[in-house]
T-cell receptor, first 112, second 113 residues
Framework: DAKTTQPPSMDCAEGRAANLPCNHSTISGNEYVYWYRQIHSQGPQYIIHGLKNNETNEMASLIITEDRKSSTLILPHATLRDTAVYYCIVRASNNAGNMLTFGGGTRLMVKP | ETGVTQSPTHLIKTRGQQVTLRCSSQSGHNTVSWYQQALGQGPQFIFQYYREEENGRGNFPPRFSGLQFPNYSSELNVNALELDDSALYLC????????????FGPGTRLTVT
């Protein structure tokens, strides 16, 4: 699975959009981009995933560049409860196992 | 529908001892994976079980072993504990192996002294 690069930390004002970037320049054609987050003292939580089209669900939006070398997770209206470590993970669609390769993630701090 | 549960929440062991951690998968999930998360780092994949068989393993020594039971609950066993084994141990279940979404439990915090 391809490696990802994320900024170690970011701040966001409550109520504003949080845009979390991720670089995955070595991504292959059959690899998906996944986002998980881990709130303090909890296990990671699935947020969203995509292949090449932009995706949106009730939690967030995922924007993937046309060359698929980078992506951005958008939390449209961040709240204090969104303070967490956000992990961008690249995973092959033919990865029959469940192995997720977590990097260091981005620690997002939402401030009042 | 109950989520993934793990027990115990915390425990303290001495170097050289053995430990067993337990995980109950989400209802209907037949695949469970175990991860180790050292302080300040992302989780690292230990292994995965599907229908009571190990079918994937990360870069962990054989003293890390596991079991999955017919009801899909699981155990992680670690023998000859080392100080570096101190970590949060997470289990995650999914509907089937390769499923897009995995559901993580809250973890067991192991401290080895």
């Amino acid at each position: 699975d391809a490696k990802t690069t994320q900024p170690p930390s970011m701040d966001c004002a409550e109520g504003r959009a949080a845009n979390l970037p991720c670089n995955h320049s070595t991504i292959s054609g059959n690899e998906y981009v996944y986002w998980y987050r881990q709130i303090h003292s909890q296990g990671p939580q699935y947020i969203i995933h995509g292949l090449k089209n932009n995706e949106t669900n009730e939690m967030a939006s995922l924007i993937i560049t046309e060359d698929r070398k980078s992506s951005t997770l958008i939390l449209p209206h961040a709240t204090l409860r969104d303070t967490a470590v956000y992990y961008c993970i690249v995973r092959a669609s033919n990865n029959a196992g469940n192995m997720l390769t977590f990097g260091g993630g981005t620690r997002l701090m939402v401030k009042p | 529908e109950t989520g993934v549960t793990q027990s115990p929440t915390h425990l303290i062991k001495t170097r050289g001892q053995q430990v067993t951690l337990r995980c109950s998968s989400q209802s209907g999930h037949n695949t469970v994976s175990w991860y180790q998360q050292a302080l300040g780092q992302g989780p690292q994949f230990i292994f995965q079980y599907y229908r009571e068989e190990e079918n994937g393993r990360g870069n962990f020594p054989p003293r890390f072993s596991g079991l999955q039971f017919p009801n899909y609950s699981s155990e992680l066993n670690v023998n000859a504990l080392e100080l570096d084994d101190s970590a949060l141990y997470l289990c995650a279940s999914s509907l089937f192996t390769g499923a897009r979404e995995q559901y993580f439990g809250p973890g067991t915090r192991l401290t080895v002294t």
